[in-house]
T-cell receptor, first 115, second 112 residues
Framework: ETGVTQTPRHLVMGMTNKKSLKCEQHLGHNAMYWYKQSAKKPLELMFV???????ENNSVPSRFSPECPNSSHLFLHLHTLQPEDSALYLC??????????????FGQGTRLTVV | GQNIDQPTEMTATEGAIVQINCTYQ??????LFWYQQHAGEAPTFLSYNVLDGLEEKGRFSSFLSRSKGYSYLLLKELQMKDSASYLCAVRDLSGGYNKLIFGAGTRLAVHP
């Protein structure tokens, strides 16, 4: 149990579907993140929310739409995805302060396959 | 921009010591983290350095030299369960908020 829960764990969707990924953190953190992990590539930072405000949108296509309704919940809304979007999507949270003990905690990820 | 380099793969023998190096370039350095990731699982936190020097935590130690943009993770008394990917990550404060940027990871295989 990492304190960060992602659902669903696996998702297969067609290119015309709309789906959402959900992330919930139980750690009282003030920052949440979406990362994409593709085979043989580094973890790619997609979005950063700090105090429920989106502070980074890392050149992510508009077919990915994040939502952070409160400090404990983060969503990633997906629509008209492409097969190359198939990857592991990881949510993380941290306490955004400059000290030790502010490491990011990751959820187990959603394995997304676009067909 | 940011750039983080680490070897792609390493192999070592059970009981031995292995050192995984990481070099980085970033404009807003605010700490360096090492994570372990087993196949199909989430990354888990191993260590944190923000000042120069060595941080030791059991069988794992991490070193940082900010002037050289260099860190290493040292794993002692290797066990088979240490076979995993090890991710070097830099916390970057450029832009006025912290974000964690990852290297591609080093896949470590421990053999009997």
């Amino acid at each position: 149990e990492t304190g960060v829960t992602q659902t669903p764990r696996h998702l297969v969707m067609g290119m015309t579907n709309k789906k959402s990924l959900k992330c919930e953190q139980h750690l009282g953190h003030n920052a949440m993140y979406w990362y994409k992990q593709s085979a043989k590539k580094p973890l790619e930072l997609m979005f950063v929310y700090s105090l429920e405000e989106r502070v980074e949108n890392n050149s992510v296509p508009s077919r990915f739409s994040p939502e952070c309704p409160n400090s404990s919940h983060l969503f990633l809304h997906l629509h008209t995805l492409q097969p190359e979007d198939s990857a592991l999507y990881l949510c993380a949270s941290s306490q955004d302060e400059d000290r030790a003990g502010t490491e990011a905690f990751f959820g187990q990820g959603t394995r997304l396959t676009v067909v | 921009g940011q750039n983080i380099d680490q070897p792609t793969e390493m192999t070592a023998t059970e009981g031995a010591i292995v050192q995984i190096n990481c070099t980085y370039q970033t404009s807003g350095f605010n700490g360096l983290f090492w994570y372990q990731q087993h196949a199909g699982e989430a990354p888990t936190f191993l260590s944190y350095n923000v000042l120069d020097g060595l941080e030791e935590k059991g069988r794992f130690s991490s070193f940082l030299s900010r002037s050289k943009g260099y860190s290493y993770l040292l794993l002692k008394e290797l066990q088979m369960k240490d076979s995993a990917s090890y991710l070097c990550a830099v916390r970057d404060l450029s832009g006025g908020y912290n974000k964690l940027i990852f290297g591609a990871g080093t896949r470590l295989a421990v053999h009997p």
